[in-house]
């Protein structure tokens, strides 16, 4: 964390004394010195002169907040609409050796404050500038939110979650909105989580500045912690995770209030009910003199027919306090429950919608792009344009997705659009497949909880966390990866053979030449062909895992091509769904429904 802003909570002083002092030259460098590292302007707006004495030239640094406020987006290019000029403008911003006199202005505010860096040579020089008195105001969350970045306010609500308590990072909730506490101090400035005693459910008070980090955060940073209030009633149970078939979930509580009253949230009543408690009060000590009495609260959950999802049941418990007044105190515990996903496996698929019985698939975000909302093609319920089918893999925790190029989809932020890489991104690029009983499949992002639909009113495909539009239907599809032309079908062992003059059997491996050069043909709406050099088309057919070879075949023609992570591909007989390995034990080609042992998949080589 900044240790200079430790100087924050003193500075109000420090600033009423300098107004009275005669001005002179400071700071403990050669090449650089400052007629005040403190600068003051009046409420009311207005301005205030800075001197600066330098041996050589001098510049004041400039970075996202000042001058100009800059607002990044998620690629971390600037928003030129969102961002603006900072509230304190200078009217030079370096110089040379000697003196130079500093104008700074500010429209009328009634507290805030900013530090600014001055680099000369090898040394920078902190520069404050404070408007008005930062005096805290208190407030309340929507009220700190509603409000001007840089004014400091008192707020009073509950710690809901906790991030880190190295530097006391946690959130505070007052039913109006929230605000993250990046970092939390005492009245000396110092981090002292420990000595705060801050729990989950505490009411607690702190005084901060508030920032909204980012442009989309609402922060308190080195907030000073005020008070705590204990909460009444504390869950002891760690999160659990409830089987897809449900059961009975048990919470352990402690509470100090008159009784535990646990209820269920409105959106979870169809499938959370409680179905008893058993108590066990507490036993006071010398140390403890009121101990928290101990319920063991039981829930029904019921089967979860979809994909995982997050329940929520709240505990309350109330007291009258040393003032005839009653208090209340309530916490909420969550958990998950595994849920039913569907399984596939890897391959292409087009995602198909059936909007009003004209269907439409979704199409990738142009190649230019680096993110955007999906385009849509003509299709019919079985099938759409080869270029517009995605590349299903299975990962650990769910899918990636990648259109005919290799370029993943992912999801960042807020937006409900989609983020594409050439390279697999470090988050936001599993997705999960839950099956919906009407057919189509809710794709889900495992990390922004959002999944895809057509949204007809746009006529676009984006990811949304509440219904928008249509789910599609996921139809095994292919689609041109590569480019029609000649290739060797190559293992460590060589290049797959012809067959020689018969009409069936396998393939051996042997060096590359002309011979066994393989053209592939992508044909619209049904695959690639693979033909030899003298023209002869693989096919499969029946139960044989072996080739047939035609100059035309009747059926079992048409192929997929499936890129794998290591540069080998999976050639995927779209008829009786088998694909291309090489055996190591038989040392032959064979085409097979399942990974066969010791079996080496090819990649394809282009002829030169």
């Known amino acids: 964390m900044k240790l200079r802003y430790l100087f924050s909570i003193v500075l109000t002083a420090v600033l009423a004394l300098a107004g009275c002092q005669k001005q002179e030259m400071t700071g403990s460098f050669d090449n650089i010195k400052l007629s005040s590292t403190y600068l003051s302007i009046p409420v009311e707006g207005g301005s205030v002169k800075l001197t600066v004495n330098a041996t050589e030239d001098w510049a004041f640094v400039e970075d996202d907040s000042w001058p100009i406020v800059i607002v990044r987006n998620d690629d971390k290019t600037i928003n030129e609409e969102k961002s603006a000029p900072s509230w304190l403008s200078a009217d030079v911003m370096s110089g040379k050796a000697g003196e130079t006199v500093v104008t700074f202005s500010a429209d009328a505010f009634p507290g805030r404050e900013i530090e600014l860096q001055i680099k000369a040579g090898d040394n920078t020089q902190y520069l404050r500038v404070r408007q008005g008195s930062l005096a805290p105001v208190t407030a309340t969350c929507a009220e700190v939110i509603a409000g001007p970045e840089g004014k400091s306010y008192t707020v009073k609500g509950v710690c809901t979650s906790i991030a880190n308590t190295q530097y006391g990072n946690w959130y505070l909730n007052d039913g109006t909105g929230e605000i993250y506490v990046y970092g939390t101090v005492n009245g000396d400035g110092k981090y002292d989580w420990a000595s705060f005693n801050i729990g989950v459910g505490d009411v607690v008070t702190v005084q901060g500045t508030y920032v909204l980090y980012g442009g989309k955060t609402p922060e308190f940073v080195d907030a000073i912690f005020v008070s705590v209030e204990k909460a009444l009633v504390k869950v002891a149970s760690e999160s659990q995770v409830v089987a897809k ?242 290739y060797h079908i190559m293992v460590s062992a060589g290049a797959a053979t012809t067959l020689e003059g018969k009409s069936y059997g396998y393939l051996t491996a042997t060096e590359k030449s002309a011979a066994n050069a393989c053209t592939f043909t992508f044909v619209e709406g049904k695959g690639y062909t693979i033909a030899d050099a003298a023209g002869n088309y693989y096919y499969q057919a029946g139960t044989y895992n072996s080739f047939n070879w035609n100059t035309e075949p009747t059926e079992g023609q048409y192929w997929s091509i499936i890129p794998q992570a290591n540069g080998k591909v999976k050639i995927l007989n779209l008829s009786v769904k088998k694909w291309w390995q090489y055996s190591t034990s038989y040392k032959s080609f064979g085409s097979y429904a399942t990974a066969q042992d010791g079996a080496e998949l090819p990649s394809l080589v282009a002829v030169e």
């Open 245 to 486: 078939e449900g059961g009975e979930l048990e919470v352990k509580v402690a509470y100090k209030g008159s009784g535990l009253f646990p209820s269920i949230p409105e959106e979870y009543k169809e499938w959370i009910s409680v179905a008893g408690m058993d108590y066990k009060p507490g036993e006071p000590t010398k140390i403890e003199q009121n101990p928290a009495d101990t319920a063991i609260v039981k829930f029904n959950v019921l089967a979860n027919p979809s994909g995982p999802r997050t329940g929520e049941v709240v505990f309350a418990s109330h007291m009258i306090n040393e003032d005839d007044e009653q208090v209340s105190s309530s916490v909420t515990y969550s958990f998950e429950q595994d849920g039913s996903l569907l399984q596939i496996e890897d391959g292409f698929y087009w995602l198909i919608a059936n909007n009003a019985g004209a269907y439409v698939a979704a199409s990738p975000v142009p190649a230019d792009n680096g993110y955007g909302y999906l385009g849509v093609a003509e299709a019919i319920a079985t099938s759409a344009p080869g270029a517009s089918a995605f590349l299903f893999t299975a990962v650990e925790g769910g899918y990636t997705i990648q259109d005919p190029s290799g370029r993943y989809y992912y999801m960042k932020g807020t937006y409900n659009n989609f983020n594409v890489s050439a390279t697999l991104p470090e988050s936001g690029h599993i997705w999960i497949l839950i099956a919906n009983e009407d057919g189509t499949v809710k794709i889900q992002n495992v990390e922004m909880k959002k999944y895809v639909q057509y949204d007809s009113s746009y006529n676009s495909w984006g990811s949304y966390d509440t219904a928008k539009g249509l789910m599609p239907a996921l139809v095994a599809g292919f689609a041109p990866v590569v480019a029609d032309g000649k």
